[in-house]
């Protein structure tokens, strides 16, 4: 494994990444497209340091495959809307992913997933370092306040997060996908506040011609 530096390092979560994650996935929803698979992945303890390169390299195996297959389907690419944190509270980083997979895609999303993670990282995944499973949408506020649970314990009663130590993580900690972040909800004139009333229900809609 190549020997990369990563500066700076954080040992919690900052308060703006995890307002992102939160409105990243209220837009999400308001664009028909929720959040609805929640990945973890174990890597090796060893590379804990490498976390973040690791995942960016699974990231990237997904969105090309991604785009690949909403073109196929949808006659052109779209862009992945996903948010994530990573975790090292004992000396094992772990990545939490919330991602929106287009239910003609979820099967196929699930069986590849473990080898993106082996093509990431050189070796094969262990039987327990790879989980997904479905997002309960009506409580995904919740799923959002537990991957954030890094918090910088100040700022917990803000954001009404019950704070734990998540560890250093080298790189960035928290981020939200292009399609559903600050830039993108700014651009679409998105408030949370204000546009909850108009988000889609059912949640595990096919809304995907908001992204293109």
Known sequence: MPKIQFSPYTDALNVLPAENIFHAMDFARYLGCP?????????????????????????????????????????????????????????????????????????????????????????????????????DQPTYKSLGKYISKGLRERHARYLHVIPSSQGRIHGRRAC??????????????FVPKRDRLSWPNPANSNSTGAVA
């Open 35 to 135: 959040l609805n698979t929640y990945v973890v992945i174990n890597f090796p303890a060893q590379d804990a340091e490498l976390a973040g390169w690791l995942f960016v390299r699974v990231r990237d195996k997904y969105r090309d495959w991604y785009n690949w297959r909403t073109r196929k389907l949808y006659g052109v690419p779209l862009l992945p809307l996903y948010v994530y944190t990573l975790e090292n509270p004992s000396g094992q980083a772990h990545a939490n992913w919330v991602v929106y997979v287009p239910p003609e895609m979820r099967t196929e999303f699930h069986r590849k997933l473990p080898h993106w993670v082996r093509k990431a990282q050189g070796k094969a995944p262990g039987q327990y370092d790879v989980h997904s499973q479905d997002v």
């Open 176 to 189: 939200s996908s292009a399609a559903i972040n600050k830039a993108a909800r700014a651009a679409a004139g």
